[in-house]
């Protein structure tokens, strides 16, 4: 019964493909993130949905397109993708509204060629 | 600009003793602060957090401490366990809906038998 869970864990592909990661969450939260980490360890938010609404998009790069079918989904497809995108991604989940922690899935790994 | 700070990469304990994490912020606007524990393949676990109208909050071995005039606060693990061996972040948010989370770089903690 995991809380926030992606797919797939590890994702290697070559530069110039399309990709895309699934997110799902069975808390009942109403709000989801992705977040990007890079080489240097760095964790830092990308996108943030409530109720199916974007509300947080951190200048990323429009190759990213987040997209949330309902509440409890928010996958990240990805266009062309290139050397710099390799990172770990990792989805969250959280309630809106007063100290509510987010918490997280276990991250898809995503390795460019 | 990191807005959120975690200045020792690293950090070594013996087992029973007390580790001590630190974090300084420099967003006067952040108002909830949380700690997350990283263990390697595996998304952050959210472990304890405190609002800025406390300065002190517990939960079991963990305590976590904010001092908002010298914007800092810290986590105290005690007694220091081998199981607590893992990434330490911590992370920083204005307390407005759902706003993102922001990351310190974290530090590595090692506990030594």
């Known amino acids: 019964d995991t809380a926030v869970s992606q797919t797939p864990k590890y994702l290697v592909t070559q530069m110039g493909n399309d990709k895309s990661i699934k997110c799902e969450q069975n808390l009942g939260h109403d709000t989801m993130y992705w977040y990007k980490q890079d080489s240097k360890k760095f964790l830092k938010i990308m996108f943030s949905y409530n109720n199916k609404e974007l509300i947080i998009n951190e200048t990323v790069p429009n190759r990213f397109s987040p997209k949330s079918p309902d509440k409890a989904h928010l996958n990240l497809h990805i266009n062309s993708l290139e050397l710099g995108d390799s990172a770990v991604y990792f989805c969250?989940?959280?309630?809106?509204?007063?100290?509510?922690?987010?918490?997280f899935g276990d991250g898809t790994r995503l390795s460019i060629l | 600009d990191q807005q959120v700070k975690q200045n020792s990469p690293s950090l070594s304990v013996q087992e029973g003793r007390i580790s001590i994490l630190n974090c300084d912020y420099t967003n006067s606007m952040f108002d909830y602060f949380l700690w997350y524990k990283k263990y390697p393949a595996e998304g952050p676990t959210f472990l304890i957090s405190i609002s800025s109208i406390k300065d002190k909050n517990e939960d079991g071995r963990f305590t976590v401490f904010l001092n908002k005039s010298a914007k800092h606060l810290s986590l105290h693990i005690v007694p220091s366990q081998p199981g607590d061996s893992a990434v330490y972040f911590c992370a920083a948010r204005k307390n407005f809906g759902n706003e993102k989370l922001t990351f310190g770089t974290g530090t590595r903690l090692t506990i030594i038998p």
């Open positions: 969250a989940s959280s309630q809106a509204g007063g100290y509510q922690p987010q918490h």
